[in-house]
T-cell receptor, first 114, second 114 residues
Framework: GDSVTQMEGPVTLSEEAFLTINCTYTATGYPSLFWYVQYPGEGLQLLLKATKADDKGSNKGFEATYRKETTSFHLEKGSVQVSDSAVYFCALSSSQGGSEKLVFGKGTKLTVNP | DSGVTQTPKHLITATGQRVTLRCSPRSGDLSVYWYQQSLDQGLQFLIQYYNGEERAKGNILERFSAQQFPDLHSELNLSSLELGDSALYFC?????????????FGPGTRLTVL
């Protein structure tokens, strides 16, 4: 079945450091790919998405490019802030089997220190 | 604010009891999804409804059931509760429009079974 693998955390960075969180996927068909973020004590918020190969999703300085050849969707940010501290989830939706359900990775906890 | 509402925010109950979680989707969204987030299992898809009909089932226990009403709100019923059912339960909604579909999450209901 479909699956998502993302790098194990936790990740601890200093403010203004460069961030990469790796995400790879296995899916039949052509999935849409998502990054969701969960701030402490809150629900999931959509951070960015890409629906086809070579698409780049971006939001709030975060970027991720849909790479079909490497089945990857790595999250990057050039300069992190303390307010970026959260848990980040990579997810896919393939619409296979008649459902648009999301399949999530295990999440990566990011802590940014001042 | 995603536009998806969930009640209650917190629920504390005892083993063997039954509870009902409620979700109101974003205006115009026809599909509702339920997910469970626990420390050991991560984020797991439970069930999807589309315009009142069940569309897909995931890892949902037989003790759990759901429905979507004509006004499109949904309820997740959990019965014969066990300690292991303690988790954060999220509802999400989407329009369901092929590759452009995006799920928006509610703030979640934290269930504690004592």
């Amino acid at each position: 079945g479909d699956s998502v693998t993302q790098m194990e955390g936790p990740v601890t960075l200093s403010e203004e450091a460069f961030l990469t969180i790796n995400c790879t996927y296995t899916a039949t068909g052509y999935p849409s790919l998502f990054w969701y973020v969960q701030y402490p004590g809150e629900g999931l918020q959509l951070l960015l998405k890409a629906t086809k190969a070579d698409d780049k999703g971006s939001n709030k300085g975060f970027e991720a490019t849909y790479r079909k050849e490497t089945t990857s969707f790595h999250l990057e940010k050039g300069s992190v802030q303390v307010s970026d501290s959260a848990v980040y989830f990579c997810a896919l939706s393939s619409s296979q089997g008649g459902s648009e359900k999301l399949v999530f990775g295990k999440g990566t906890k990011l802590t940014v220190n001042p | 604010d995603s536009g998806v509402t969930q009640t209650p925010k917190h629920l504390i109950t005892a083993t063997g009891q039954r509870v009902t979680l409620r979700c109101s989707p974003r205006s115009g969204d026809l599909s509702v999804y339920w997910y469970q987030q626990s420390l050991d299992q991560g984020l797991q898809f439970l069930i999807q409804y589309y315009n009142g009909e069940e569309r897909a089932k995931g890892n949902i226990l037989e003790r759990f059931s759901a429905q979507q009403f004509p006004d499109l709100h949904s309820e997740l019923n959990l019965s014969s509760l066990e300690l292991g059912d303690s988790a954060l339960y999220f509802c999400a909604s989407s329009v369901v429009r092929g590759q452009e579909d995006t799920q928006y999450f509610g703030p979640g209901t934290r269930l504690t079974v004592l």
